[in-house]
């Protein structure tokens, strides 16, 4: 078992800035993978990036990686999500989630992992 738990979210002007975190603890593995997603109203929930706890490698959706780091501290088993020049349509829940032993690929579908946070708010003001 696994628990995840975001935070960081708030609200923040447009061309700001906001870091979120998600600490994991139960059993983890060097050869998950974690991710970041968001969910907007009625909107489904959409891949933003993914960061292979091993390697450090990452993988962003299309138009993110401009402006969106993921990055990680294995040894507080924390990930985060740093996020730049923001922008209202930025707006929405975000969570993180992981998928235990990982073969090395990056996963960008919401089944393909097994653990997910409760979720933390960005309100991204024009």
């Known amino acids: 078992q696994v628990q995840l738990v975001e935070s960081g979210g708030g609200l923040v002007q447009a061309g700001g800035s906001l870091r979120l975190s998600c600490a994991a603890s139960?059993?983890?593995?060097?050869?998950?993978?974690m991710g970041w997603f968001r969910q907007a109203p009625g909107k489904e929930r959409q891949f933003v990036a993914t960061?292979?706890?091993?390697?450090?490698?990452?993988h962003y959706a299309d138009s993110m990686e401009d402006r969106f780091t993921i990055s990680r501290d294995n040894a507080k088993n924390t990930v985060y999500l740093q996020m730049n020049k923001l922008k209202p349509e930025d707006t929405a829940v975000y969570y993180c989630a992981i998928r235990l032993n990982s073969d090395g690929a990056y996963y960008t579908g919401r089944p393909d992992y097994q653990y997910w946070g409760q979720g933390t708010q960005v309100t991204v003001s024009s």
């Open positions: 139960g059993r983890t593995y060097g050869n998950s993978a």
């Open positions: 960061i292979l706890l091993g390697g450090g490698s990452t």
